[in-house]
């Protein structure tokens, strides 16, 4: 028979904490001074579609959130190692939590516990939400720039390479699109102006509010980017307004531009687009309970809504005129 995994006397599991997960998660706190051999709590915290995540109390001093990634998620493009040095990048730049540890090959990384909320979509639809997050962004933006990049026209196609290779449901009318894609891309290029840090994945439970600053967590997709990507992926991912665009754009500018309205936009439809392939990945591999494919097909059907739109033409040419 197999042995049962074990921990030291420091560690106490909390319900539905997992024994597997609890002997990773020991291992590495033992190694910190601020846990080494000190009693302490580990509790399951909801969410996380790629990872399992708990918040780590120690019997004194602050707390901290552990988080133990999936094995099966190197299908979905993401770089453990780059998460890491961008996540204390991000820490640097005063928009992310302190890193306490992160080890890659381990699949664990420890970092401080923000005391705030968690915002949900609906937060988002408050314009001095809006207008706080931007800022955020701008700062994160203005920091130590991220050791890859984020491109999601390469990621996409590396999606759908993916789902080609294993099987994996496309959405019907899925591959029509290209074209329309690489009409995008082009049009885009014409007033590129280049890449900085970008989160890349802000939908709302990656933004927290302490009351007094606006957090962002969770560095998974991070890499050095468009900065209207960031800000279309924001709109896209809370499904607001069309206005709440406008506003979320023109606070981060400083200024109202069309171009830039149109860019985001354009880089949302894009968002949209590609990351209904990931849900298709998760939907076969992920061993979450979660309807991925019922939530990559919303996303899905609102880009193909986008590249039906009369609208899709007056935005191309939008981007491509001065700001």
Aim: overall charge negative.
């Amino acid at each position: 028979m197999t042995a049962q995994p074990t921990c030291t006397a420091a560690t106490v599991l909390r319900p539905s904490a997992g024994r597997a997960d609890l002997t990773v998660l020991d291992a590495m706190l033992e190694r910190l001074p601020r846990f080494k051999g000190r009693p302490r709590q580990v509790e399951p915290l909801p969410g996380g579609l790629t990872n399992r995540i708990y918040k780590v109390i120690p019997s004194s001093g602050p707390a901290a959130v552990a988080r133990l990634t999936s094995g099966k998620s190197d299908l979905l493009a993401i770089d453990r190692d780059a998460e890491c040095h961008n996540a204390a990048a991000a820490a640097r730049a005063g928009v992310g939590p302190a890193v306490l540890a992160c080890e890659p090959a381990e699949g664990v990384s420890v970092v401080e516990w923000i005391d705030g909320q968690t915002l949900e979509a609906g937060d988002l639809r408050d314009s001095r939400q809006l207008i706080r997050i931007a800022a955020s962004c701008a700062q994160l933006h203005r920091g130590p720039r991220f050791v890859n990049d984020f491109d999601m026209f390469a990621i996409q196609q590396r999606y759908l390479e993916v789902v080609r290779q294993h099987g994996f449901r496309l959405p019907a009318r899925y591959v029509e699109f290209m074209p329309q894609v690489e009409q995008l891309r082009g049009a885009l290029a014409v007033r590129s102006e280049g890449t900085v840090p970008c989160h890349n994945d802000l939908l709302a439970a990656n933004i927290m509010d302490d009351g007094e600053r606006i957090w962002l967590i969770d560095y998974e997709y991070a890499g050095n980017n468009d900065p209207c990507f960031e800000l279309g992926n924001i709109w896209s991912e809370s499904n607001l307004e069309l206005h709440q665009l406008d506003e979320l754009v023109t606070a981060y500018h400083g200024y109202r531009s069309a171009a830039k309205i149109a860019r985001a936009r354009l880089l949302a439809v894009m968002s949209k687009y590609g990351w209904t392939l990931w849900a298709s990945i998760q939907d076969a591999v992920s061993e979450v309970e979660f309807d991925f494919w019922s939530w990559g097909m919303e996303k899905y059907e609102r880009a193909v809504a986008e590249f039906d739109s009369p609208e899709f033409t007056r935005l191309i040419d939008d981007v491509q005129q001065p700001n």
